[in-house]
Nanobody, 123 residues
């Protein structure tokens, strides 16, 4: 069982930046592919970004490409999402997820999920 705890959310003005963190409670963190998803009010959860076990391969939704950067530190059992040039449409609850075998955008391929952290971008 892997527990994931997100942090770093908050209220920011449009054009600002936030860095989300996700701490994983497992000794085998480096064996998991990691992803970030988000869910805006009254919308379905959507893919944001994913990263391979070593961090060499990264994937982004078109809506965040060029603005968000995913990274991981396997020594600290953590994955991060640096969010720059934030827009009001980025407002959502952001979730961290871990997958044993999959790096990508398909939500049901992820095995473990955090509780989420709220990001609110004001205009």
């Amino acid at each position: 069982q892997v527990q994931l705890v997100e942090s770093g959310g908050g209220l920011v003005q449009a054009g600002g930046s936030l860095r989300l963190s996700c701490a994983a409670s497992t000794r085998t963190f480096s064996s998991y592919r990691m992803g970030w998803f988000r869910q805006a009010p009254e919308k379905e959860r959507e893919f944001v970004s994913a990263i391979s076990r070593t961090g060499v391969n990264t994937y982004y939704a078109d809506s965040v490409k060029g603005r968000f950067t995913i990274s991981r530190d396997n020594a600290k059992n953590a994955v991060y999402l640096q969010m720059n040039s934030l827009k009001p449409e980025d407002t959502a609850v952001y979730y961290c997820a871990a997958s044993t075998y999959y790096s990508g955008s398909t939500e049901n391929r992820y095995d473990y999920w955090g509780q989420g952290t709220q990001v609110t971008v004001s205009s």
